[in-house]
């Protein structure tokens, strides 16, 4: 299994109520999995491993 993640990603006010939004990072972790009680929810943040591939 693996993870993939896109971050980095800038955004800004449309001006009419919503987001535009730019640029991201494409991140590949080939080897990572989800050990018991890793994962945790959060609303808009959550902390990356170091060591991801740039795809």
């Known amino acids: 299994m693996g ?13 009419v109520g919503g987001y535009v939004t730019s640029g991201g990072a494409r991140r590949l972790w080939r080897d990572w999995h989800a050990a018991e009680g890793q994962l945790r929810a959060t609303r808009f943040r959550y902390t990356l491993p170091a060591g991801a591939e740039t795809i």
């Open 3 to 15: 993870s993939v993640s896109l971050d980095e990603i800038r955004y800004a006010d449309d001006g």
